[in-house]
């Protein structure tokens, strides 16, 4: 006899077997890291566009070149007291290689900057399980069902969706943000360095 629906998981077992078993097809479907080959590093910025910023990424880290770290994780925005992930900025059309090895299992595209949420993204799920979404995307290069390797490139850096500048430049970064199985947030920090 099956459970009525508001019963079904009741056990941490029961609610845990479908997610794993869905991380684990996931996992099956991404190519082996060792195999993969390194795409060029992004190009240098001009950081005179964003004075008084600093970048807290690693030497060696790949998204080292990508911007300037704007807001931290846990830092707050016009939008958030609290924010669960880690904005970057730079200029549009900046090249964004995934930080992870995962399937894309959700995009966004035609938004404009002044349309509310977070534009057009691409979001990939890694062998973990965990979600890593990048938005505010000038363009989206890949699409739902398409399996990427750690550094490849997924799109460019806009300013769509809900973005603004305090320091007069034109909002365009990257908001960069992790839910692992149980969404739950993650700190993006360890991705980046």
């Known amino acids: 006899?099956?459970?009525p629906a508001t019963e079904r998981y009741n056990t941490l077992a029961g609610a845990i077997n479908p997610m794993a078993k869905a991380s684990m097809a996931i996992a099956k479907s991404i190519p082996?890291?060792?195999?993969?080959?390194?795409?060029?590093?992004?190009?240098?910025?001009?950081?005179?566009k964003y004075s008084g910023l600093t970048s807290n990424l690693k030497e060696g880290s790949q998204y080292k070149n990508v911007g300037t770290v704007t807001t931290e994780y846990g830092g707050s925005t016009n939008y958030e007291k609290?924010?669960?992930?880690?904005?970057?900025?730079?200029?549009?059309?900046?090249?964004?290689?995934?930080t992870v090895p995962g399937k894309v299992t959700a995009t966004n595209s035609g938004k404009v900057q002044g349309d509310k949420g977070y534009g057009?993204?691409?979001?990939?799920q890694d062998a973990q399980g965990n979600r890593h979404r990048y938005s505010h995307l000038n363009q989206a290069y890949v699409k739902i069902g398409d399996v990427l390797k750690q550094g490849q490139l997924y799109?460019?850096?806009?300013?769509?969706g809900s973005?603004?500048?305090?320091?007069?430049?034109?909002?365009?970064?990257l908001d960069y943000r992790i839910w692992d199985m149980y969404n739950k947030y993650v700190n993006p920090s360890s991705y980046l360095n």
């Open 1 to 3: 006899m099956a459970l």
């Open 32 to 48: 082996n890291q060792q195999a993969q080959t390194k795409l060029p590093s992004p190009k240098s910025f001009d950081t005179t």
């Open 82 to 98: 609290f924010h669960p992930g880690i904005d970057i900025a730079n200029k549009i059309g900046t090249p964004l290689y995934s």
């Open 120 to 124: 057009n993204y691409v979001e990939v």
């Open 155 to 160: 799109g460019t850096m806009g300013n769509t």
């Open 163 to 173: 973005t603004y500048s305090n320091s007069g430049g034109d909002g365009s970064h």
